[in-house]
């Protein structure tokens, strides 16, 4: 054998494995190709066309309109109202449902009697479909005979009897805030719990030997070991509260007086109810846009390094 | 060899995906061909006909629907009738979905508001294209009209309704009033409101005096079209621009005195309001006379207390309503398939098949001659209702426009904003709907 021919075969076998991992990856590829990247980069040609349902049944394409989707959308006032609402909700609802769902986590951890059975309990609203979880939640709220008014009713010695979370402007937000932390907190706690499970024993004991206070330990060895785990988890939930759409048409459909009109109502309507897919497109696209800059700058803030 | 194995194994994956994206994208929808122009001659091949229907979901119809599915199918052995089915918010997007992959539906069950999708999509059929010119002919005019765009027509209406006035004759009498005598205007129905305000009902819960919906659902809008035109208003033009007006200006101004004077539930659906009124808790409400179904539905005694009364005049106006139908809107498949939607569009729509489901389901005024006689007892205090009601122009972006106006009921009473203002906001942004 050749002392030429040996650096040729490592070079053949380097490409063989490329080759072996490229058609390894080639359906995945194919994947996200054929059903994520076509949808989108259609989506957003349709936003700058003329597109409307007899386009869709005829098989026609749309017909570009000189930017008419988008110079409309920023002048008819609706975009920045609905922009701003869509982030009130992510924001808050985040924030709440890691924050529950870390305690709930620490509680589960705890090894507190019956947390097996708490920790099957609680992920049935999981598992609910968000359209379900929207009316038991409407029902729960309404203002005349539902279980909140009676609640209230209670609480209140019978003095407040027209306590309608929905039906204000200022508080259907909240209302629906909380059906979403309702249904989303059981995942989030799920995940926060493997996260703590997985801080080594051994790290935490030593800790304690070293006379570290439980603040102390909380700080320096858990969050830390569980900042991969946190920051997957609130990346979810910003995706998962910034596409939120069956709650809001469920609930309010974007009402009262537009106070829950977040961008995925707003899309909606432009697409399915005004039927004009092209300008509906374009809400998407700056939907996306938007979701894409928060997701970045998100993980741009909180970069996690792996603990070794 | 575990190498070759997963290689194949990704291939055959890869593959199945590339598989999934042939499909059939050649295939068309069926050619509309000439249309059977009302056709005598029939067909003797077997022919499947499709009939998207949202009613068949909902447990108080099923029955009826399966009836006329095994009468007609007994009548036509060689039809057989296909149901499309979707929930009632989503049967258009269904239809129109599967028309975009090549399915064609040839009948669909629609509200009256969801013409103009149907049209704009170009997937109704002209009913002077489908039907006998004789069975058209006897339709009431002023009906038929309302489902008319551009002359022509484009829905079918099996029964119609304004929005009808029910009270609860019980709560007239506890509160002193004449339970045959309802009110005719809106003052005197504020009158009686004032009379009814502060009862509660026998477990200690407030009974709302009057009701009208405001929730952000599309059919609600057509409710607030239709006060608008109590007050002899207007809101559309007929060329579909925006025509509103003092009558207009009236009309939410006494949505904003009703919700001020806490007579009305606030933000609330129609089915909201049929909740209520079958609980006892409301004493007059607007429905479509076939809400009543909802009302029995959960109060099988409420034909006991129920009352139909004429939608409320005010202001200059005469007390004119919406005119709103159940209809089918046609679609032309090819000759075999229109002459098979023809045959159970007309056999549907007789007094034979609508008597019973319109006088003991769904009570419902009758659009045609021959149906004159299918009036339920419970409508007849109502009786000139739908033949006062003015049509709706059916502009495209008319379900999205009917929201709009749900904001502005909503703008005036939950965010009890000033009548003007939130005219002028309402303007502005049913502008840019119209505009398409």
């Given at each position: 054998m050749s002392k030429a021919s040996v650096p040729a075969r490592r070079l053949k076998a380097a490409t063989g494995d490329k080759l072996f991992s490229l058609g390894l990856l080639l359906p995945a590829i194919l994947l996200t190709f054929v059903f994520i990247l076509v949808p989108v980069i259609d989506s957003i040609i349709k936003s700058f066309t003329e597109y409307k349902i007899k386009n869709v049944i005829s098989g026609q394409p749309g017909t570009w309109n000189n930017f008419e989707n988008y110079i409309k959308l920023f002048q008819n006032d609706k975009l920045m109202p609905a922009i701003i609402t869509t982030f009130i909700?992510?924001?808050?609802?985040?924030?709440?449902?890691?924050?529950?769902?870390?305690?709930?986590?620490?509680?589960?951890?705890?090894?507190?009697?019956?947390?097996?059975?708490?920790?099957?309990?609680?992920?049935?609203?999981?598992?609910?479909?968000?359209?379900?979880?929207?009316?038991?939640?409407?029902?729960?709220?309404?203002?005349?005979?539902?279980?909140?008014?009676?609640?209230?009713?209670?609480?209140?010695?019978?003095?407040?009897?027209?306590?309608?979370?929905?039906?204000?402007?200022?508080?259907?937000?909240?209302?629906?805030?909380?059906?979403?932390?309702?249904?989303?907190?059981?995942?989030?706690?799920?995940?926060?719990?493997?996260?703590?499970?997985?801080?080594?024993?051994?790290?935490?004991?030593?800790?304690?030997?070293?006379?570290?206070?439980?603040?102390?330990?909380?700080?320096?060895?858990?969050?830390?070991?569980?900042?991969?785990?946190?920051?997957?988890?609130?990346?979810?939930?910003?995706?998962?509260?910034?596409?939120?759409?069956?709650?809001?048409?469920?609930?309010?459909?974007?009402?009262?007086?537009?106070?829950?009109?977040?961008?995925?109502?707003?899309?909606?309507?432009?697409?399915?109810?005004?039927?004009?897919?092209?300008?509906?497109?374009?809400?998407?696209?700056?939907?996306?846009?938007?979701?894409?800059?928060?997701?970045?700058?998100?993980?741009?803030?909180?970069?996690?390094?792996?603990?070794? | 060899m575990k190498r070759v194995l997963a290689l194949v194994l990704a291939l055959c994956l890869a593959l199945s995906l590339a598989a999934c994206g042939g499909g059939n994208s050649t295939s068309q929808p069926a050619a509309g061909g000439s249309g059977s122009q009302g056709g005598g001659e029939g067909y003797t091949e077997d022919i499947t006909l499709k009939v998207a229907n949202y009613a068949i979901l909902e447990s108080g119809y099923t029955e009826f629907w399966e009836g006329v599915k095994?009468?007609?199918?007994?009548?036509?052995?060689?039809?057989?009738?296909?149901?499309?089915?979707?929930?009632?918010?989503?049967?258009?997007?269904?239809?129109?979905?599967?028309?975009?992959?090549?399915?064609?539906?040839?009948?669909?069950?629609?509200?009256?508001?969801?013409?103009?999708?149907?049209?704009?999509?170009?997937?109704?059929?002209?009913?002077?294209?489908?039907?006998?010119?004789?069975?058209?002919?006897?339709?009431?005019?002023?009906?038929?009209?309302?489902?008319?765009?551009?002359?022509?027509?484009?829905?079918?209406?099996?029964?119609?309704?304004?929005?009808?006035?029910?009270?609860?004759?019980?709560?007239?009498?506890?509160?002193?009033?004449?339970?045959?005598?309802?009110?005719?205007?809106?003052?005197?129905?504020?009158?009686?409101?004032?009379?009814?305000?502060?009862?509660?009902?026998?477990?200690?819960?407030?009974?709302?005096?009057?009701?009208?919906?405001?929730?952000?659902?599309?059919?609600?809008?057509?409710?607030?079209?239709s006060v608008v035109y109590n007050f002899g208003g207007s809101v559309l033009a007929e060329d579909g621009t925006l025509a509103i007006d003092d009558g207009f200006t009236e009309a939410f101004e006494m949505i904003k005195l009703l919700d001020d004077k806490e007579y009305m539930p606030q933000n609330a659906k129609a089915k909201d309001l049929r909740n209520l009124f079958a609980l006892g808790q409301l004493a007059m409400y607007y429905d479509q006379s076939w809400g009543f179904n909802g009302v029995s539905s959960i109060n099988p005694d409420a034909s006991s207390f129920t009352a139909s009364a004429m939608p409320l005049k005010g202001g200059d106006g005469n007390g004119a309503g919406t005119l709103q139908s159940h209809c089918f809107v046609m679609v032309?498949?090819?000759?075999?398939?229109?002459?098979?939607?023809?045959?159970?569009?007309?056999?549907?729509?007789?007094?034979?098949?609508?008597?019973?489901?319109?006088?003991?389901?769904?009570p419902a005024y009758p659009v045609k001659n021959d149906m004159a006689d299918c009036l339920p007892a419970m409508l007849e205090a109502s009786a000139d209702a739908t033949t006062q009601a003015i049509p709706v122009p059916l502009v495209p972006a008319l379900n999205d426009f009917n929201l709009e106006l749900c904001t502005l009921a909503q703008a005036v009473t939950v965010s009890d904003k000033d009548v003007n203002t939130a005219i002028a906001d309402f303007e502005t942004a049913a502008n840019a709907i119209l505009a398409g």
């Open positions: 909700f992510v924001f808050a609802v985040v924030i709440a449902q890691f924050l529950i769902g870390f305690i709930l986590a620490v509680i589960l951890d705890s090894k507190i009697r019956g947390s097996r059975f708490l920790r099957s309990i609680m992920m049935m609203p999981w598992v609910v479909p968000t359209m379900i979880s929207g009316m038991v939640w409407l029902w729960i709220y309404q203002p005349q005979y539902g279980l909140l008014r009676y609640l209230v009713q209670v609480v209140t010695g019978g003095s407040v009897l027209d306590f309608a979370i929905l039906n204000n402007p200022n508080t259907a937000l909240l209302g629906i805030g909380i059906a979403a932390l309702w249904k989303q907190v059981p995942l989030t706690t799920l995940l926060l719990l493997a996260g703590l499970q997985s801080v080594p024993n051994d790290m935490l004991e030593a800790a304690t030997v070293d006379g570290a206070s439980t603040l102390r330990r909380f700080v320096s060895i858990v969050i830390p070991y569980m900042m991969s785990v946190i920051k997957v988890t609130v990346s979810m939930s910003i995706i998962e509260n910034f596409k939120q759409f069956p709650l809001f048409w469920t609930m309010t459909g974007g009402g009262p007086d537009g106070s829950t009109t977040t961008l995925a109502i707003l899309s909606y309507r432009e697409a399915f109810v005004s039927n004009n897919l092209g300008s509906g497109a374009a809400v998407t696209t700056v939907w996306m846009l938007l979701m894409i800059l928060v997701v970045f700058v998100y993980n741009k803030i909180f970069r996690a390094e792996p603990m070794d | 095994a009468g007609f199918e007994e009548k036509y052995p060689n039809i057989t009738i296909e149901w499309v089915t979707a929930p009632y918010g989503e049967i258009t997007n269904q239809v129109i979905n599967m028309a975009g992959g090549g399915d064609m539906v040839d009948v669909i069950f629609s509200e009256l508001i969801w013409i103009p999708t149907f049209v704009e999509a170009g997937l109704a059929a002209p009913a002077e294209e489908m039907l006998d010119e004789d069975f058209l002919a006897d339709f009431y005019p002023n009906v038929l009209e309302a489902h008319q765009v551009d002359g022509l027509t484009y829905g079918v209406p099996l029964y119609a309704s304004s929005c009808v006035l029910y009270y609860n004759k019980d709560i007239f009498e506890a509160a002193g009033l004449d339970p045959n005598a309802p009110p005719t205007t809106y003052e005197e129905m504020l009158a009686m409101a004032e009379q009814i305000d502060g009862m509660t009902t026998a477990d200690g819960n407030k009974i709302y005096s009057f009701g009208v919906p405001t929730a952000s659902v599309a059919v609600s809008g057509s409710f607030l079209n032309n498949n090819g000759d075999a398939q229109a002459w098979a939607a023809k045959e159970f569009v007309q056999y549907v729509i007789t007094p034979e098949v609508l008597n019973d489901y319109m006088n003991n389901i769904t």
